[in-house]
């Protein structure tokens, strides 16, 4: 299904889905139709559905919506999916971590992004599992290499001890 080419389908899947958002604490409908309305945001342009989904990534909604929506994310390949998943990471769980990691690692412009976040200490190199940092080690990329073993070098376990022996003392 092409929403671009059904505007009244696309128009009728945003308001079905800002009903779901009520801040009154109205009856919510169920859990399901919600997935199934933000899965059906991935078929619109980013443009249209960015701040639904950045509602959606919300730590108030349960992590069932936040979930979908960082899939949905996922869908686009628009670079600014990157900023929304980054401003978003401090308030992620460690499972939606994980999740938006995924979202990140899956084009090389938002690795450069997230890497750009890591440099300006605005993302701990913690939160990434070495696993990614060593494929994208590997990467044909140059660049994303390069800053993927500096990465990896600043978190090998000899360095952690320095710290930890430093603290002792």
């Given at each position: ?18 009903r ?7 009856c ?30 919300d730590?108030?909604e ?35 971590k994980e ?6 690692f ?13 440099d300006?200490?605005c ?18 990329d ?8 500096k ?8 360095r952690?001890q ?8």
């Amino acid at each position: 299904v092409n929403l671009d080419r059904q505007p009244q389908r696309l128009r009728r899947t945003f308001r079905e889905l800002r009903r779901f958002k009520t801040s009154d604490g109205a009856c919510l409908s169920s859990l399901a139709r919600r997935l199934a309305a933000i899965d059906a945001l991935g078929l619109a342009k980013f443009a249209e559905a960015r701040s639904v989904l950045v509602a959606l990534v919300d730590s108030r909604e349960p992590h069932e919506i936040q979930s979908a929506a960082v899939a949905t994310l996922g869908k686009f390949v628009d670079p600014a999916v990157a900023d929304v998943l980054l401003a978003a990471w401090p308030r992620l769980s460690p499972q939606l971590k994980e999740s938006a990691a995924e979202v990140l690692f899956a084009r090389p412009d938002r690795i450069a992004a997230l890497f750009d976040a890591i440099d300006a200490d605005c993302l701990p190199i913690a939160d990434l599992a070495p696993a990614r940092l060593q494929v994208i080690a590997k990467s044909k990329d140059a660049s994303l290499r390069a800053r993927a073993e500096k990465f990896l070098a600043a978190a090998k376990p000899g360095r952690r001890q320095a710290v930890v022996d430093a603290y002792r003392d």
